[in-house]
């Protein structure tokens, strides 16, 4: 077996970040070599601490996580508990972490990992606002070249956006932030609503979980059957997107999902369509071409790799 991936998850928990990790907890392919949590869903004091819950739901208490942006770079924080819960992680009752929170700030962490490792050998996956990642680049620039790939959940072009007509939540977030990221020159995969709206959690794929009768299985049904309410009831659809975890399915399984490199631009100045991930799908631009943008998902195949990759742990 090749040595595993190395990756940072960069991560505003979140169910859908949740079940994320645990695919990344659950695959020998990968190795964490850290967990930053960002503002997004939900404030960053709750963020960190759903993450190290979720390190202990998965039995990896030794995994490092840190705390990173407390809010976005130049906007105030918007937040999404009208999807996710009070706690971001609603749905299980989920016991306090025991496990600590590294003291060191998650930027510097990133920042420090990057210029350690060899270069070309750790990857990004940043499954919220892109804040820390951002703060990283401007706190080192050095840091992009050595940066294997950024895989990233955010953005919508087809499928318009989850928050503004425009705006994808990730990017709406902190605009300015993800400017700043698809403009670093580093190698992106960017899975957007156009590929996540058809990766549904429907009631049979649900209950998958729950049939694994363990604590995992149980408790990722409990947040799918919580999260996916607010997208049925918005979309009229059985079961809701499984956004984040996307991400993670890419490194583990690329041939799950089909796309086209193409320039993204982000919008940062009109209030109509801040946020706006403007992907110049057919080439109609001399942009450079920044980004592998994802549009297709064999979602069989991704929902069968989560209840196997689940199963493990
Ligand atoms: O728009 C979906 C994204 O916003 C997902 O990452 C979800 O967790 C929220 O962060
Ligand atoms: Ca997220």
Redesign the pocket.
Known sequence: MPQPRKIIIDT?P?Q??AVAILLALGSPELEIVGISAVA??VPLKLTEKNARKICELAGRPEIKVYAGAIRPLVRQLVT?EEVHGQTGLNGPQLPEPAMKLQDQYAVDFIVETLMREESGTITLCP??PLTNIALALIREPRIAPRIKEIVL??GGYFEGG?VTPAA???IYVDPHAADIVFRSGTPIVMMP?DV?HKALTTTQRTQAFRKLGTKVGIATADMLEFFERYDEGKYGTDGGPL??PCVIAYLIKPELFKGRHCNVSIETASELTMGMTVVDWWGVTKREKNAMVMRDIDHDGFFALLVERLGRL
């Open positions: 505003d979140g859908d970040d997004g869903n999404a499954l919220g959940m955010g989850n994808e939540f990730n609503l996540t956004h984040d």
